[in-house]
């Protein structure tokens, strides 16, 4: 494929990703309980930045599946991904601004009757700390995310370090899971939560056993 060709499709799956992130986005801020703005906003982007990166874990054993060729590097998997570490940090940003005043508390508890902090043992410490660790990932694949850190990482490290996306996709899982039980959250949250893990697990599961059989 060409230079302009290639530039044109990229293009063209990016017009694409924006449309549907913004649908997807408006949809969940509007069918999600709660007229807190910062907590809808928070909890939109963050399912919408789940919702890719399950889809970025698919295309993978999907191509695998339908006997395609499976390169180190695909353009669509990337360009899911740079939409999926978008919406995943403006999650953390806006995340952070809905339970408490101060930033630091997320991660550190006030001692009583002194003025130091000690770090946060309980779920709500060892959620956030798994979404900070996770979203320290994300911006490093992000970063990462471009034809010149291929070239300049050399292909295989390039594809280990993008594996990171496994240990991303667990500490999302953790940090959901927390979450869910922090917040007390709906049964329907619950269930689509559940539902864009489970086909993750699920489509990577397929893949591997089909990539074993094949060796």
Known sequence: MSLSARFKTRAKDHAILLIGTVVLLVLLIKSIPGDDVTYLWSMGTGYVSII????????????????????????????????C?????????IGIQVHMGNIWLYFFKAVKGDDSYKFRDDLFGWSNYAGLLA?????????LSNDLSLKWLRPRR????????????GLVLMHGIMYQIIEKRTMVIILLFSMIMLMAVIGQSIGFSIARKNK
């Open 52 to 83: 890719l990166l399950a889809i970025t874990l698919l295309i993978g054993p999907l191509n695998i599946y339908t006997e395609r060729v499976n390169p180190v590097s695909t353009d669509l998997r990337r360009d899911v991904g740079i939409w």
């Open 85 to 93: 570490g978008l919406t995943g940090l403006a999650h953390i940003v």
């Open 158 to 169: 390039w594809k280990n370090i993008q594996r990171w996306n496994y240990l991303l996709f």
């Open 135 to 143: 979203g320290l990932i994300v911006l490093v694949l992000l970063l």
